[in-house]
T-cell receptor, first 112, second 112 residues
């Protein structure tokens, strides 16, 4: 299994509070991704990174920001959480463009 | 605009029989296709892939078929086992792109 951890694994927060989710990899893969999974929507890409300090938006990036200051860490920040951001968040990594991605265990976020 | 479609949200089969999961895509530039399996409370795991230069790829009980003219791929599981019960996601990418595009998933239930 690819070495990917996500923290926290579960979080409950209130509307309007900032939240940061962390993805950490030990594989030295160049590409890192954040997805959210919601019933009826499958996996939707939020943001991705193609190198340190190099990031780009996915299809559902509104309300989210990311940072990657080190190869191994990719942070996802909800500046002001809303109930619509209640979801399960998955981080993924890849060493080749458009090739298979390895997923972390997920973070279940509930915004009340 | 959904580029990768899994039109069956769920599928139920008997143990020992064949499971066939289907996926359609609209973007003719896609040239690499993958299937992922996801158990509850876990991250998706890579199952099998196929590039557009092939029309079939096998790995044990799992076979993926690609019909480029119909823009259709399918995953065959033979024989199906109760442990195969999971959500299956189809994904696609186009050459040079960092991103995978996922379908919404099909929940497979294999009954003993």
């Amino acid at each position: 299994d690819a070495g990917i951890t996500q923290s926290p694994r579960h979080k409950v927060t209130e509307t309007g509070t900032p939240v940061t989710l962390r993805c950490h990899q030990t594989e030295n893969h160049r590409y890192m991704y954040w997805y959210r999974q919601d019933p009826g929507h499958g996996l939707r890409l939020i943001h991705y990174s193609y190198g340190v300090k190099d990031t780009d938006k996915g299809e559902v990036s509104d309300g989210y920001s990311v940072s990657r200051s080190k190869t191994e860490d990719f942070l996802l920040t909800l500046e002001s959480a809303t109930s619509s951001q209640t979801s399960v968040y998955f981080c993924a990594i890849s060493d080749k463009q458009g090739y298979k991605q390895y997923f972390g265990p997920g973070t279940r976020l509930t915004v009340t | 605009d959904q580029q990768v479609k899994q039109n069956s949200p769920s599928l139920s089969v008997q143990e020992g029989r064949i499971s066939i999961l289907n996926c359609d895509y609209t973007n003719s530039m896609f040239d690499y296709f993958l299937w992922y399996k996801k158990y509850p409370a876990e991250g998706p795991t890579f199952l099998i892939s196929i590039s557009s230069i092939k029309d079939k790829n096998e790995d044990g009980r799992f076979t993926v078929f690609l019909n480029k003219s119909a823009k259709h791929l399918s995953l065959h599981i033979v024989p199906s086992q109760p442990g195969d019960s999971a959500v299956y996601f189809c994904a696609a990418s186009k050459g040079g792109s960092e991103k995978l595009v996922f379908g919404k998933g099909t929940k497979l239930t294999v009954n003993p």
